[in-house]
C-alpha cells in the first residue's frame, strides 16, 4: 500500500532573519533571527530596553532594520512601499502597552476609526461589528464611556478588542499585563489566551513578567544582548540550563545578567 504524503507544513506567519538595528551608535538588535508559525501564541521574553518592543515595530514595518530580513506572510516587509505596508497592517492588531485610547474619542468610537479609515463598511455594520468586539472582551455596556472613565484593566480590554475589529491574522501585544494587579493580569492573560483560540489568530506577546509569559505562551524565545539564545516550549525553558535564561526566569540577582 502507498503511503499517504505527509501534510506539508504550514508556512510561518513572521520570518526574521539574521535582523541589525541600531539608533545611532547603540545597537539594539545584532542577529535577530526568529520564525513564527499559525496559531502560536510566542511570547519574547528579555531585560527592559532590550529590543522586544523594537522586535514588533520591525514586524509592523515602522521601523526598517540595518540589515536581515523581515516577512509577514512570505512577504518582505522591508521592501514594501507605503501602500503595501498600510493594506499588509490591516492583518495585523497592535495591543498597546498602556491601551493607547485616544481620550477625545468615546469606547465606540475607538473601536470605529480603524473601520471608518480603512473600510467602506457602512455606520450600521461598524456599529455591529463595534458591539461584537465589545462583547467578545466583556465590555459591551462600555461603548458610551471615555477612556478616563476606565479602570487600567477596563482600558486593557478595550485595546484588544480594537485590536481586533479588522479580524488579524497576527496580534502583537506589548506589555499586556503593564500596570495590573495580579488578579486583573491574571484575566487578561485568560482573555488573550481564549480570544486567539477563537479567532484563530497568530500572536507575539513581549512581557518580562514571568507569571504572564508562562502562563500564556505556547512558545518562548529569550532575548538577550540583540539574539535569540533560546527558544522552546515553556516546560522546557522553565528548566533551561542556560545561565542567561535560568537567572531570568527565576529572578535572581546572581548570574552573567547585569555583571
Do not use: C, W
Request: no cysteine; hydrophobic share 40%; glycine share 8%.
Amino acid at each position: 500500500m502507498t503511503e499517504p504524503a505527509p501534510t506539508p507544513a504550514k508556512a510561518p506567519v513572521v520570518e526574521m532573519t539574521h535582523v541589525q538595528l541600531a539608533f545611532g551608535t547603540k545597537t539594539i538588535l545584532k542577529d535577530l533571527t526568529l520564525t513564527v508559525a499559525p496559531q502560536e501564541r510566542l511570547v519574547i521574553m528579555g531585560q527592559s530596553g532590550g529590543g522586544k518592543s523594537t522586535t514588533l515595530r520591525l514586524i509592523l514595518g515602522i521601523l526598517k532594520p540595518r540589515s536581515g530580513i523581515v516577512k509577514f506572510k512570505g512577504r518582505d516587509v522591508t521592501r514594501m512601499s507605503r501602500a503595501d505596508l498600510n493594506l499588509m497592517r490591516q492583518g495585523i492588531g497592535m495591543v498597546y502597552q498602556y491601551s493607547a485610547l485616544i481620550s477625545s474619542l468615546s469606547v465606540r468610537d475607538n473601536l470605529a476609526l480603524p473601520l471608518e479609515e480603512l473600510t467602506d463598511k457602512s455606520q450600521k455594520e461598524i456599529d455591529q461589528i463595534v458591539s461584537e468586539k465589545l462583547e467578545l472582551v466583556g465590555m459591551e455596556d462600555t461603548r458610551s464611556y471615555m477612556p478616563a472613565e476606565l479602570s487600567g484593566g477596563m482600558r486593557k480590554r478595550v485595546g484588544l478588542a480594537r485590536a481586533l475589529v479588522l479580524n488579524p491574522e497576527l496580534i502583537l501585544f506589548d506589555e499586556p499585563s503593564a500596570g495590573l494587579d495580579p488578579v486583573v493580569s491574571s484575566v487578561i492573560d485568560e482573555l488573550i489566551i481564549s480570544l486567539t483560540v477563537k479567532t484563530k489568530a497568530t500572536s507575539i506577546i513581549v512581557t518580562h513578567e514571568m507569571d504572564s509569559a508562562f502562563r500564556i505562551a505556547t512558545r518562548m524565545a529569550m532575548l538577550y544582548q540583540g539574539r535569540i539564545i533560546e527558544e522552546d516550549r515553556p516546560e522546557v525553558f522553565r528548566h533551561s540550563s542556560d545561565p542567561v535564561v535560568s537567572q531570568f526566569v527565576e529572578g535572581r540577582t546572581d548570574g552573567p545578567i547585569g555583571t
